[in-house]
């Protein structure tokens, strides 16, 4: 939570925004704010107290400026206009207060932050570029000031301390930057890897790893969504339940790994037949397939779901213990037509209960589909 001292420099940028942005735009909006107020007191104290009025006139301007790109930030969220600005800001203010003001009143120390912003805003390449080029212009107007400025008091001892104090806090500043650069740097890696922990965990939730299907978990949440559309379409809406028809066999037959290749041909045949509703499939456990079928009459419903019982036996694959020789399956339905109680357990018994008669009445068959439920 943002309290709202803090957000004085800072205030909602887009959640995508990396660290270091935010850091500059942090920093920016230091700048603009703190130089702005600044600016305009000194260009009232120049007018009324020193009548300085070229240096007055260019601080209130530089204020303005400052001032309007801050509450325009607020705003527009633009980093590189806000960059920019701030930058030539700095740049032309200070270097100007420095030319003008001619040593006087020690003004000229004002110059030293120069690379704390030039660099902090534009990384540290480029705010060093533009501190050098800064500074062989601030350098120079302090030489041919030797011996005038303050007094004549602006001797060369002096010049070389204003050179080593600035260039001190430039390198500090630079070094600074670089060990943000490479902290905010490992912070995203660490973030994308947690991005991708994110998604493959999404995934495992929800999808069954053998067979790629959608896991039980995630029926109970499509269900909702399917029934909501079904309602709202006025469909006829069916759950099914698939079991595969003597697998304990099959597996005592074939082995465990010639049973995990079945299961995966089987969903893969569900994935197709049901591609219509490709994310409506779900592997329950086990040799267990459920899906949802939402269709507009009770016919198209019950041949959806017998094209799946056929396309599974078109697989032929082969059980001797079986009593057709392949693979078959037995599928139980609930269909419903009357949305006025949404009941996933109810629907879930019925053709649990669909299942059961279809195992009884020999396998290889669907029951339930003819008949539409209330629940
Ligand atoms: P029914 O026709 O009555 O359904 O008989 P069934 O043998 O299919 O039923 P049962 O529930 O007794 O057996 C299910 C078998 O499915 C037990 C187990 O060997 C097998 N099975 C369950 N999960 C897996 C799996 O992930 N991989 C493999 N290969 N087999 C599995
Ligand atoms: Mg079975
Ligand atoms: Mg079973």
Redesign the pocket.
């Known amino acids: 939570m943002i309290n709202k001292f803090s957000a004085i420099f800072y205030s909602g940028v887009d959640s995508n925004t990396s660290n270091n942005d935010i850091r500059k735009y942090v920093i920016i909006n230091i700048l603009l704010l703190v130089s702005g107020l600044l600016l305009f007191f000194f260009s009232l104290y120049n007018t009324l107290t020193k009548t300085h009025y070229p240096l007055a006139g260019m601080e209130f301007i530089a204020s303005f400026i400052n001032l309007y790109t801050y509450i325009e930030m607020k705003k527009i969220h633009s980093l590189k206009r806000g960059s920019l600005i701030s930058t030539l800001n700095a740049f032309f203010f200070l270097l100007a207060s420095f030319i003008l003001s001619q040593g006087a009143d020690l003004i000229f120390v004002w110059v030293i932050f120069f690379p704390v912003f030039a660099i902090f805003i534009n990384g540290a390449k480029k705010g060093v570029l533009l501190s050098f080029l800064f500074y062989s212009i601030v350098f120079y107007f302090a030489y041919m000031g030797l011996g005038k400025w303050m007094d004549g008091l602006w001797n060369m001892a002096s010049f070389m301390r204003f050179i080593s104090a600035n260039l001190g806090m430039l390198f500090v500043t630079y070094l600074l930057e670089r060990s943000f650069e490479a902290a905010y740097k490992e912070l995203a890696k660490n973030r994308d890897i947690e991005q991708e922990y994110i998604v493959a965990l999404e995934k495992a939730s929800t999808v069954d790893p ?1 067979t790629e299907l959608y896991n039980r978990r995630h029926l109970d949440y499509l269900f909702n969504k399917r029934y909501d559309k079904a309602k709202e379409h006025n469909s006829y809406f069916a759950l099914f339940i698939l ?7 099959y ?1 005592d037959t074939y082995g ?1 790994i010639a ?2 290749k079945a ?1 995966k041909k089987i969903a893969d045949v569900l994935k197709q037949t049901m591609q219509r509703n490709a994310d409506s499939v779900f592997r329950m456990g ?2 267990e397939f459920a899906g949802l079928v939402m269709a507009e009459s009770l016919e198209k419903v019950c041949n959806s779901i017998s094209n799946v019982k056929a396309n599974i036996e078109a697989l032929s694959i082969e059980h001797v213990k079986s009593s057709k020789g392949i693979l078959t399956a ?1 599928i139980g339905v609930c269909v419903i037509h009357d949305f006025s109680v949404k009941d996933f357990d109810k629907m879930y018994k019925i053709a649990d209960e669909a299942l059961y008669k279809a ?1 009884s009445l020999g ?1 290889n068959s669907i029951v339930g589909c003819e008949d539409i439920s209330t629940l």
């Open positions: 053998l079991d595969l028809d003597k697998f304990k066999d597996n465990h049973g995990d299961l086990g040799e037995s195992k396998r």
